[in-house]
């Protein structure tokens, strides 16, 4: 069910379903990002005992865009806000793509309030940054790769599709005069060396997943995090980029089986 909440004066669009302990769904970033096709993914996860969220980030979907009147990065401090708001005192973190790396960010600045996270498809901070070096093209081509590893069509629909989809992107990045862009500047500028620099002493439990036919460069991302002690990874055969779309069941089963043997599943 669609429901809204106010974090101050910014609205905030999320879906909750099911009852134990809260699970946090954070979309992934960019022009064709929708919280809807996580939808599949929150009924299953329900189902196991969950109390699902999929909140609609600052600029996605019908929450207002990030107002970024001060220094504060907006996109993660609205998870955090959007956690007190409803009283949700320990939760579970999943991160699609970009939002894997605003769930280890939170994972990080807030070990306490974490229980476990999940990266699904998540690549390394530090390509990103570099990427981020020409600007929001450089966001959008890393997205792009990812993108042409999920599309198998003719070449005239290929093309066509390919020109909404870049169409969708730039004018995602120059919203009210950049305001997504300079939003996740702030995610990845404030405070990356603090969050990244050390990652390997992250103490929050983390399963890190992958299909076999993810990108390369999103692959590199393993290594990364598997600096992380006692994280864990696991690959899931023939899915893709966006696992939670095509193989929620089997995404569900792993997270299962990883909080039954690593985190003990803390319902409670």
Do not use: W
């Given at each position: 069910m669609q429901k809204e909440l106010f974090l101050n004066d910014q609205k905030i669009i999320y879906y909750e379903k099911g009852k134990g302990s809260p699970f946090l769904i954070i979309h992934g970033w960019g022009g064709s990002t929708s919280p809807i096709h996580n939808l599949k993914f929150q009924e299953i996860l329900a189902q196991k005992g969950f109390r699902v969220f999929i909140i609609s980030l600052p600029g996605f979907g019908d929450s207002s865009l990030p107002t970024l009147k001060n220094n504060e990065d907006e996109i993660t401090e609205s998870v955090i806000?959007?956690?007190?708001?409803?009283?949700?005192?320990?939760?579970?973190?999943?991160?699609?793509?970009?939002?894997?790396?605003?769930?280890?960010?939170?994972?990080?600045?807030?070990?306490?309030?974490?229980?476990?996270?999940?990266?699904?498809?998540?690549?390394?901070?530090?390509?990103?940054?570099?990427?981020?070096?020409?600007?929001?093209?450089?966001?959008?081509?890393?997205?792009?790769?990812?993108?042409?590893?999920?599309?198998?069509?003719?070449?005239?629909?290929?093309?066509?599709?390919l020109r909404r989809w870049l169409h969708r992107q730039f004018k995602f990045y120059q919203r009210r005069k950049g305001t997504m862009w300079r939003a996740w500047k702030r995610i990845m500028n404030k405070d990356f060396k603090k969050v990244f620099g050390d990652i390997e002493k992250t103490t929050v439990p983390v399963l890190i997943v992958l299909g076999t036919k993810e990108n390369p460069l999103i692959k590199s991302g393993v290594n990364f995090f598997k600096q992380i002690p006692n994280s864990v990874a696991k690959i899931i055969t023939g899915a893709n980029h966006s696992i939670q779309i095509d193989a929620p069941e089997k995404l569900v089963e792993e997270i299962t089986h990883w909080l039954d043997k690593k985190v003990k599943r803390e319902y409670n």
């Open positions: 806000k959007f956690a007190d708001k409803l009283k949700l005192k320990r939760f579970f973190l999943y991160g699609h793509c970009f939002g894997g790396l605003i769930a280890i960010k939170i994972g990080r600045l807030y070990p306490h309030r974490v229980k476990g996270i999940i990266l699904c498809g998540t690549p390394s901070p530090l390509l990103v940054k570099n990427l981020m070096r020409v600007g929001y093209l450089g966001l959008i081509l890393f997205l792009l790769i990812a993108e042409l590893s999920q599309i198998f069509l003719p070449p005239v629909h290929f093309f066509r599709r």
